[in-house]
């Protein structure tokens, strides 16, 4: 079985932040505890899974709201809410979570919070310090401190114009790669390379989603001008993939993919191990080897030819020269083809090959 992905930790992170961001009642509740100066312990799950670590408190039981919740946390002990955060059951609750659970936190408040958190897998956790004056949010194994809005909003802005070059880049790269292809001159280094930056821009935008996330109503136009940037960049990657990996192992794309979403940036920098991922038994010799596209990111430039067409034809072709030199006759015993659509594959195709012939002597 596999274990969840860095980015899939991301995403779980990013689906907290939602409920703690900026326009939620849940972070009014927070602001109204900053403001006022005092501490707080919060906790977000199924109550039926705390119970066991539940000891004293009152039973609640009523809607939640932010006043409600302000007005609880005045009290000592732990706020407890659903997990859908329509119900406050519980409140001034003492916790008592296994102390065998390590913590990283010195304060009980913030040990308290990271044990639970870290014995519960569908509970976060929000520890208000009131010395000073901070929220800190516990999710499994992740910590991290929310910021003020401006200091996001800097953040975002320098992560969205490092992203545009790197995007910028990237196009760069895959024209190249195009040439190459047309070509038929492409080395398995040159894919490592495109593969690299493609990853590298991806985790750039994850990094930005979360700030945009932190940022709740006040990062509408972050998130506009990422969607943006982000335009078609995961399934560029996808389709790259699916043109050069090697399957072995039963391994699909997605999984390579995945794969490449854990490794280190170290390692994401390494050419031998991207190589690996991708399925080759990699060397400083093989990089140099030609390698060839099967042709899903070139027929996907190709409007109204649906994706499981595609397939048919690469299956029936193997690759992207076989697919290039083959008749509007050969394309249209593909199932599925047919007359028109083998000859708006051809056209296709010879266009694409123009296009990017002339760019090259631009």
Same mark, same amino acid.
Request: proline residues 3%; without cysteine.
């Given at each position: 079985?596999?274990?969840e992905?860095?980015?899939?930790?991301?995403?779980?992170?990013?689906g907290?932040?939602?409920?703690?961001?900026?326009?939620? %009642?849940l972070?009014?509740?927070?602001? +109204?505890i900053?403001?006022?100066?005092?501490?707080?312990l919060?906790?977000?799950?199924?109550?039926s899974d705390?119970?066991?670590?539940?000891s004293?408190?009152?039973?609640? &039981?009523?809607?939640?709201?932010?006043?409600?919740?302000?007005e609880?946390?005045k009290?000592?002990?732990?706020?407890?809410?659903?997990? /859908?955060?329509?119900?406050?059951?519980?409140?001034n609750?003492?916790?008592?979570?296994?102390?065998?659970?390590?913590?990283?936190?010195?304060?009980?408040?913030?040990?308290?919070?990271? +044990?639970?958190?870290?014995?519960?897998?569908?509970?976060?956790?929000?520890?208000?310090?009131?010395?000073?004056?901070t929220v800190?949010?516990?999710?499994g %194994?992740?910590h991290?401190?929310? %910021? &003020?809005?401006?200091?996001?909003?800097?953040?975002?802005?320098?992560?969205?114009?490092?992203?545009?070059?790197?995007?910028a880049?990237l196009?760069?790269e895959?024209?190249?790669?195009?040439?190459?292809?047309?070509?038929?001159?492409?080395?398995?280094r040159?894919?490592?390379?495109?593969m690299? +930056?493609?990853?590298m821009?991806?985790r750039?935008?994850?990094?930005?989603?979360?700030q945009?996330?932190?940022?709740?109503?006040?990062?509408?136009?972050?998130?506009?001008?990422? &969607? %943006?940037?982000?335009?078609?960049v995961?399934?560029?990657?996808r389709?790259?993939?699916?043109?050069?990996?090697?399957?072995? /192992? /039963?391994?699909?794309?997605?999984?390579v993919i995945q794969?490449?979403?854990?490794?280190?940036? /170290?390692?994401?920098?390494?050419?031998?191990?991207?190589?690996?991922?991708?399925?080759?038994?990699?060397?400083?010799?093989?990089?140099?080897?030609?390698?060839r596209? +099967?042709?899903?990111?070139?027929?996907?430039?190709?409007?109204?030819?649906?994706s &499981?067409?595609?397939?048919?034809?690469v299956?029936r072709?193997?690759?992207?020269?076989?697919?290039?030199?083959?008749?509007?006759?050969?394309?249209?015993?593909?199932?599925?083809?047919?007359?028109?659509?083998?000859?708006?594959?051809k056209?296709?195709?010879?266009?694409?090959?123009?296009?990017?012939?002339?760019e090259?002597y631009?």
């Open positions: 079985m596999r274990t992905t860095p980015r899939q930790t991301q995403e779980r992170l990013i907290v932040l939602d409920k703690v961001s900026p326009g939620t %009642e972070r009014e509740a927070i602001d +109204r900053l403001q006022v100066g005092s501490g707080a919060i906790v977000i799950g199924n109550v705390l119970r066991h670590i539940m004293g408190g009152f039973n609640i &039981n009523t809607e939640f709201s932010a006043p409600r919740l302000f609880l946390a009290m000592d002990g732990a706020v407890v809410l659903s997990q /859908d955060l329509k119900t406050i059951h519980s409140s609750v003492h916790l008592v979570p296994e102390a065998s659970i390590p913590t990283h936190e010195a304060g009980m408040r913030h040990r308290t919070a990271e +044990r639970t958190a870290r014995g519960h897998k569908n509970v976060f956790v929000i520890a208000i310090s009131e010395k000073m004056n800190s949010i516990y999710v %194994e992740e991290f401190t929310l %910021e &003020n809005i401006p200091l996001v909003l800097a953040k975002a802005d320098q992560a969205l114009q490092t992203l545009s070059r790197y995007r880049r196009e760069k895959y024209g190249h790669l195009n040439t190459l292809e047309v070509e038929d001159m492409v080395t398995l040159d894919v490592v390379k495109v690299q +930056r493609n990853e821009v991806v750039i935008a994850s990094e930005v989603r979360f945009v996330s932190e940022l709740g109503k006040d990062g509408r136009l972050v998130s506009l001008q990422l &969607n %943006e940037l982000m335009a078609g995961e399934k560029l990657q389709l790259l993939v699916k043109d050069y990996f090697m399957p072995r /192992d /039963d391994r699909l794309a997605e999984h794969d490449l979403g854990n490794l280190s940036g /170290d390692e994401l920098m390494d050419d031998l191990v991207v190589a690996r991922v991708m399925g080759y038994r990699s060397s400083a010799e093989l990089m140099n080897k030609l390698v596209a +099967r042709g899903y990111r070139m027929l996907s430039m190709i409007p109204q030819v649906p &499981n067409v595609v397939d048919k034809v299956a072709f193997d690759n992207l020269k076989n697919i290039m030199r083959a008749s509007p006759a050969l394309l249209d015993e593909v199932d599925g083809v047919g007359e028109r659509r083998a000859l708006a594959i056209e296709g195709l010879d266009r694409i090959a123009e296009s990017i012939i002339m090259g631009l």
